[in-house]
């Protein structure tokens, strides 16, 4: 599921606050956007200690990856102060993203971010580099993993009630 959208395939009322609050830049960014950075920043320091040994690409890599993960972390901050404003647009969540604006493609773009995000998640886990955490690490991690997976199970308990509730109006007509 992308940043963009929720499960609901149908139009909820325009009037439904907490379904906008959901679907808002502000939402969004706190609960995916920014548990994405601190998983590429994990990964980078990570990746930076494992490359100090010798391993100078993985260095390099960690580097690399925690400059990506800064200039995220600031795209969806600033996103997020934006939505106040009404001004969310004027920026993507992410550095993939807005390069994928230049081609009309930004979702696109964002669902690239997002499989290399879980694919960062995946290799901390497969790699046993999760044991490596340092005890700050491991508490952003946890954070980080609790705020994106509660948030993701209210959303879709919430698009439920939602269906639920047009079910049983549809009954009643």
Not at 8 to 35: C, E, K, N, V, W
Not at 103 to 113: H, K, Q, R, S, V
Not at 141 to 153: G, H, M, V
Request: proline share 3%; net charge negative.
């Amino acid at each position: 599921m992308s940043q963009t959208e929720t499960v609901t395939p149908y139009h909820a009322a325009d009037d439904d606050r907490i379904l906008r609050f959901f679907q808002s830049p502000f939402f969004l960014s706190m609960t995916i956007g920014i548990p994405f950075c601190i998983y590429k920043f994990i990964f980078g320091s990570v990746a930076i200690r494992s490359g100090i040994d010798g391993q100078t690409p993985l260095f390099l890599l960690g580097g690399l990856i925690i400059v990506w993960a800064a200039l995220d972390l600031t795209m969806n901050i600033t996103r997020a102060c934006l939505d106040f404003i009404g001004q969310s647009n004027a920026i993507e969540y992410c550095t993939i993203a807005q390069i994928g604006r230049y081609f009309n493609a930004p979702g696109a773009f964002l669902a690239f971010d997002t499989l290399l995000s879980f694919s960062i998640i995946c290799a901390m886990l497969w790699s046993g580099w999760i044991a490596n955490l340092t005890l700050p690490e491991s508490f952003l991690w946890y954070a980080a993993t609790t705020l994106n997976l509660i948030s993701l199970s209210l959303v879709i308990l919430y698009d439920e009630a939602l269906r639920a509730r047009i079910t049983i109006h549809e009954k009643k007509s």
